[in-house]
Protein backbone atom coordinates (compact mmCIF):
# COMPACT_ATOMS: atom_id res chain seq x y z
CA UNK A 1 0.00 0.00 0.00
CA UNK A 2 1.38 3.43 -0.70
CA UNK A 3 1.30 5.87 1.96
CA UNK A 4 0.89 9.67 1.26
CA UNK A 5 0.73 12.73 3.92
CA UNK A 6 -2.01 15.78 3.36
CA UNK A 7 -0.79 19.53 3.96
CA UNK A 8 -1.71 21.65 7.05
CA UNK A 9 -3.40 23.99 4.99
CA UNK A 10 -6.18 24.32 6.72
CA UNK A 11 -4.59 24.15 10.11
CA UNK A 12 -5.03 27.46 11.44
CA UNK A 13 -1.58 29.35 11.62
CA UNK A 14 0.32 27.35 9.25
CA UNK A 15 2.27 29.68 7.40
CA UNK A 16 2.83 29.20 3.02
CA UNK A 17 6.48 28.43 3.68
CA UNK A 18 5.37 25.94 5.89
CA UNK A 19 3.26 24.32 3.08
CA UNK A 20 6.32 24.10 0.75
CA UNK A 21 8.70 23.30 3.38
CA UNK A 22 6.26 19.81 4.02
CA UNK A 23 5.88 19.08 0.34
CA UNK A 24 9.66 19.17 0.10
CA UNK A 25 10.36 16.89 3.65
CA UNK A 26 7.24 14.47 2.14
CA UNK A 27 9.31 13.88 -0.53
CA UNK A 28 12.73 13.51 0.82
CA UNK A 29 10.52 10.97 3.73
CA UNK A 30 9.79 8.98 0.79
CA UNK A 31 5.81 9.27 1.31
CA UNK A 32 3.59 8.51 -2.46
CA UNK A 33 2.32 11.69 -2.36
CA UNK A 34 0.94 14.55 -0.68
CA UNK A 35 -2.53 16.24 -0.77
CA UNK A 36 -4.33 19.13 -0.05
CA UNK A 37 -8.12 19.64 1.13
CA UNK A 38 -10.39 22.46 0.81
CA UNK A 39 -12.63 24.62 2.77
CA UNK A 40 -13.81 28.48 1.48
CA UNK A 41 -15.27 29.57 4.98
CA UNK A 42 -12.50 28.74 7.47
CA UNK A 43 -8.59 29.15 7.77
CA UNK A 44 -6.07 27.94 5.15
CA UNK A 45 -4.61 27.86 2.16
CA UNK A 46 -6.58 27.51 -1.30
CA UNK A 47 -5.59 23.94 -2.57
CA UNK A 48 -4.59 23.84 -6.01
CA UNK A 49 -2.43 27.07 -5.08
CA UNK A 50 -0.67 25.01 -2.58
CA UNK A 51 -0.09 22.39 -5.40
CA UNK A 52 1.66 24.97 -7.72
CA UNK A 53 3.45 25.74 -4.75
CA UNK A 54 4.50 22.44 -4.12
CA UNK A 55 5.49 21.51 -8.03
CA UNK A 56 7.97 24.48 -8.25
CA UNK A 57 9.68 22.66 -4.67
CA UNK A 58 9.93 18.95 -5.71
CA UNK A 59 10.57 16.57 -8.65
CA UNK A 60 8.91 13.12 -8.05
CA UNK A 61 5.94 12.90 -5.32
CA UNK A 62 2.66 12.95 -6.37
CA UNK A 63 0.59 16.11 -5.19
CA UNK A 64 -3.19 16.16 -5.43
CA UNK A 65 -6.60 17.27 -3.99
CA UNK A 66 -8.21 15.30 -1.34
CA UNK A 67 -10.81 16.70 -1.61
CA UNK A 68 -11.81 19.84 -3.63
CA UNK A 69 -15.19 21.04 -3.65
CA UNK A 70 -15.94 21.50 -7.28
CA UNK A 71 -19.37 23.27 -7.36
CA UNK A 72 -17.82 26.32 -5.63
CA UNK A 73 -16.89 27.14 -8.91
CA UNK A 74 -17.31 26.27 -12.61
CA UNK A 75 -16.07 23.31 -14.56
CA UNK A 76 -14.59 25.70 -17.15
CA UNK A 77 -12.40 27.34 -14.46
CA UNK A 78 -11.61 24.30 -12.43
CA UNK A 79 -10.40 22.35 -15.84
CA UNK A 80 -8.15 25.72 -16.56
CA UNK A 81 -6.34 25.82 -13.08
CA UNK A 82 -5.82 22.01 -12.58
CA UNK A 83 -4.54 21.76 -16.15
CA UNK A 84 -2.11 24.68 -15.31
CA UNK A 85 -0.95 23.15 -11.76
CA UNK A 86 -0.87 19.67 -13.92
CA UNK A 87 1.31 21.15 -15.80
CA UNK A 88 3.40 23.18 -13.95
CA UNK A 89 4.29 19.59 -12.13
CA UNK A 90 4.94 17.41 -15.25
CA UNK A 91 1.96 15.57 -14.84
CA UNK A 92 2.04 14.53 -11.13
CA UNK A 93 -1.34 15.53 -10.14
CA UNK A 94 -4.34 13.97 -9.34
CA UNK A 95 -7.82 15.83 -8.73
CA UNK A 96 -9.95 14.43 -6.09
CA UNK A 97 -13.09 16.30 -6.42
CA UNK A 98 -16.32 16.33 -3.93
CA UNK A 99 -19.74 17.92 -3.84
CA UNK A 100 -19.54 19.98 -0.80
CA UNK A 101 -21.31 19.43 2.51
CA UNK A 102 -21.00 22.96 4.16
CA UNK A 103 -23.79 25.44 3.11
CA UNK A 104 -21.65 28.14 4.43
CA UNK A 105 -18.46 27.68 1.63
CA UNK A 106 -21.50 27.76 -0.97
CA UNK A 107 -23.15 31.19 0.59
CA UNK A 108 -19.40 32.62 0.73
CA UNK A 109 -18.84 31.43 -3.14
CA UNK A 110 -22.18 33.27 -4.19
CA UNK A 111 -23.05 29.65 -5.55
CA UNK A 112 -26.60 27.57 -5.03
CA UNK A 113 -25.60 25.08 -1.84
CA UNK A 114 -29.38 22.51 -2.40
CA UNK A 115 -28.75 22.09 -6.55
CA UNK A 116 -24.77 21.18 -5.81
CA UNK A 117 -25.33 17.72 -6.69
CA UNK A 118 -26.78 18.21 -10.18
CA UNK A 119 -23.92 20.81 -10.75
CA UNK A 120 -20.94 18.25 -9.63
CA UNK A 121 -22.54 15.73 -11.78
CA UNK A 122 -22.28 18.05 -15.00
CA UNK A 123 -18.75 18.77 -14.11
CA UNK A 124 -17.29 15.36 -14.01
CA UNK A 125 -19.27 14.95 -17.61
CA UNK A 126 -17.66 18.28 -18.45
CA UNK A 127 -14.03 17.75 -16.91
CA UNK A 128 -14.41 13.44 -18.17
CA UNK A 129 -14.71 15.00 -21.88
CA UNK A 130 -11.98 17.09 -21.39
CA UNK A 131 -9.63 14.51 -20.10
CA UNK A 132 -10.92 12.29 -23.18
CA UNK A 133 -9.86 15.12 -25.55
CA UNK A 134 -6.51 15.80 -24.21
CA UNK A 135 -7.72 19.39 -23.50
CA UNK A 136 -8.35 21.99 -25.85
CA UNK A 137 -6.96 25.23 -27.25
CA UNK A 138 -7.80 27.06 -23.97
CA UNK A 139 -5.65 24.51 -21.61
CA UNK A 140 -2.37 24.26 -21.23
CA UNK A 141 -2.22 20.47 -21.07
CA UNK A 142 -4.83 17.77 -20.33
CA UNK A 143 -7.33 17.93 -16.99
CA UNK A 144 -5.26 15.68 -14.51
CA UNK A 145 -6.73 12.17 -13.42
CA UNK A 146 -9.94 12.27 -11.31
CA UNK A 147 -10.80 10.87 -8.68
CA UNK A 148 -14.52 11.06 -6.54
CA UNK A 149 -15.04 11.67 -2.91
CA UNK A 150 -18.11 10.51 -0.74
CA UNK A 151 -19.79 7.56 0.82
CA UNK A 152 -22.72 7.23 -0.98
CA UNK A 153 -24.76 5.61 -3.72
CA UNK A 154 -24.48 9.10 -5.82
CA UNK A 155 -20.88 9.02 -5.07
CA UNK A 156 -20.44 5.37 -6.59
CA UNK A 157 -22.29 5.89 -9.56
CA UNK A 158 -20.07 8.56 -10.47
CA UNK A 159 -16.71 6.72 -10.07
CA UNK A 160 -17.68 4.53 -12.45
CA UNK A 161 -19.18 6.62 -14.85
CA UNK A 162 -16.67 9.57 -14.88
CA UNK A 163 -13.53 9.01 -13.02
CA UNK A 164 -10.70 7.04 -12.41
CA UNK A 165 -11.12 5.87 -8.72
CA UNK A 166 -12.43 6.57 -5.37
CA UNK A 167 -11.53 8.56 -2.12
CA UNK A 168 -13.16 7.86 0.78
CA UNK A 169 -13.98 10.19 3.56
CA UNK A 170 -11.88 10.19 6.64
CA UNK A 171 -14.09 7.91 8.73
CA UNK A 172 -12.99 4.68 10.57
CA UNK A 173 -12.00 1.83 8.27
CA UNK A 174 -15.04 -0.47 9.44
CA UNK A 175 -17.41 2.51 7.60
CA UNK A 176 -15.19 2.91 4.15
CA UNK A 177 -14.47 -0.55 3.57
CA UNK A 178 -18.22 -1.43 2.23
CA UNK A 179 -18.41 1.30 0.33
CA UNK A 180 -14.71 0.82 -1.49
CA UNK A 181 -16.55 -3.07 -2.35
CA UNK A 182 -19.38 -0.97 -3.69
CA UNK A 183 -17.59 0.71 -5.56
CA UNK A 184 -15.59 -2.26 -7.05
CA UNK A 185 -18.83 -4.45 -7.99
CA UNK A 186 -20.37 -1.02 -9.60
CA UNK A 187 -16.81 -1.15 -11.64
CA UNK A 188 -16.81 -4.37 -12.81
CA UNK A 189 -20.81 -4.30 -13.50
CA UNK A 190 -20.13 -1.69 -15.93
CA UNK A 191 -17.27 -3.53 -18.29
CA UNK A 192 -14.69 -0.83 -17.26
CA UNK A 193 -11.01 -1.85 -17.67
CA UNK A 194 -8.43 -2.64 -14.86
CA UNK A 195 -9.22 -1.69 -11.89
CA UNK A 196 -10.36 1.44 -9.91
CA UNK A 197 -7.96 3.21 -7.88
CA UNK A 198 -9.00 3.46 -4.22
CA UNK A 199 -7.99 6.16 -1.82
CA UNK A 200 -8.28 6.12 1.94
CA UNK A 201 -8.30 9.24 4.23
CA UNK A 202 -6.66 9.18 8.07
CA UNK A 203 -6.39 11.95 10.38
CA UNK A 204 -3.47 11.60 12.98
CA UNK A 205 -1.19 13.32 15.01
CA UNK A 206 2.16 11.77 16.82
CA UNK A 207 3.61 13.29 19.63
CA UNK A 208 2.37 14.43 23.19
CA UNK A 209 4.28 18.11 22.27
CA UNK A 210 1.45 18.55 19.87
CA UNK A 211 -1.38 16.85 21.28
CA UNK A 212 -2.85 19.97 22.51
CA UNK A 213 -2.74 21.92 18.92
CA UNK A 214 -4.21 18.56 17.40
CA UNK A 215 -6.98 18.25 19.60
CA UNK A 216 -8.19 21.34 19.80
CA UNK A 217 -8.44 21.75 15.78
CA UNK A 218 -10.14 18.68 15.16
CA UNK A 219 -12.53 19.80 17.66
CA UNK A 220 -12.72 23.04 16.32
CA UNK A 221 -12.59 22.03 12.85
CA UNK A 222 -15.94 19.33 13.49
CA UNK A 223 -17.83 21.26 15.75
CA UNK A 224 -20.56 22.09 13.91
CA UNK A 225 -21.09 18.45 14.65
CA UNK A 226 -21.99 19.89 18.33
CA UNK A 227 -20.90 17.07 20.86
CA UNK A 228 -19.93 14.85 18.09
CA UNK A 229 -16.99 16.33 17.30
CA UNK A 230 -15.23 15.08 20.54
CA UNK A 231 -15.43 11.47 18.91
CA UNK A 232 -13.47 12.69 16.21
CA UNK A 233 -10.82 13.68 18.54
CA UNK A 234 -11.32 10.42 20.23
CA UNK A 235 -10.88 8.44 17.07
CA UNK A 236 -7.74 10.27 15.65
CA UNK A 237 -5.09 8.18 15.47
CA UNK A 238 -2.11 8.89 18.05
CA UNK A 239 0.33 5.83 18.37
CA UNK A 240 2.36 4.08 16.04
CA UNK A 241 0.27 1.15 17.21
CA UNK A 242 -3.18 2.58 16.48
CA UNK A 243 -1.22 4.22 12.86
CA UNK A 244 -0.13 0.90 11.71
CA UNK A 245 -3.54 -0.78 12.80
CA UNK A 246 -5.60 2.06 10.38
CA UNK A 247 -3.05 1.32 7.47
CA UNK A 248 -3.55 -3.07 8.20
CA UNK A 249 -7.45 -2.71 7.94
CA UNK A 250 -7.30 -0.11 4.91
CA UNK A 251 -5.19 -2.61 2.90
CA UNK A 252 -6.99 -5.61 3.91
CA UNK A 253 -10.29 -3.35 2.81
CA UNK A 254 -8.43 -3.25 -0.71
CA UNK A 255 -6.99 0.45 -0.57
CA UNK A 256 -4.21 1.44 -2.78
CA UNK A 257 -3.22 4.11 -0.85
CA UNK A 258 -4.13 6.30 2.77
CA UNK A 259 -3.87 9.78 3.05
CA UNK A 260 -2.59 10.59 6.96
CA UNK A 261 -4.18 14.57 7.29
CA UNK A 262 -2.15 16.27 9.96
CA UNK A 263 -4.03 17.71 12.87
CA UNK A 264 -0.82 19.74 14.13
CA UNK A 265 1.25 22.18 11.91
CA UNK A 266 4.61 21.12 12.60
CA UNK A 267 6.94 19.99 10.54
CA UNK A 268 7.89 17.30 12.83
CA UNK A 269 4.65 15.24 12.39
CA UNK A 270 5.96 14.41 8.38
CA UNK A 271 9.10 12.92 10.05
CA UNK A 272 7.71 10.99 12.77
CA UNK A 273 5.13 9.86 10.30
CA UNK A 274 8.04 8.66 7.86
CA UNK A 275 9.58 6.79 11.05
CA UNK A 276 6.47 4.64 12.01
CA UNK A 277 5.30 3.83 8.35
CA UNK A 278 8.36 3.93 5.85
CA UNK A 279 10.95 3.13 8.06
Known amino acids: MKIGIAFPNTVPGA ?32 PLAVLAAAAGATSRIGLSTNILVAPLTTAAVLAKEAATV ?24 GRDFGTRAAVFDAQLAELARLREKGGTGELPGAVPPLLVGGASRAAVRR ?29 DRAGRADRPRL ?74 LAEVLLS
Do not use: M
Open 15 to 46: SGPLQVRWAVRAEECGFSSVAATHRLCYSGHE
Open 86 to 109: ASLAGDRVTLGLGPGVRADDFRAA
Open 159 to 187: TVRWADGWTAPGLEPARVAPWAGEVRAAW
Open 199 to 272: VALSRFWLGEDVAEEAAGFVRHYFGVLGNEAESFVAKTPRTPEAIREQVGRLAAAGFDEVIFHPTAAQLTQVDR
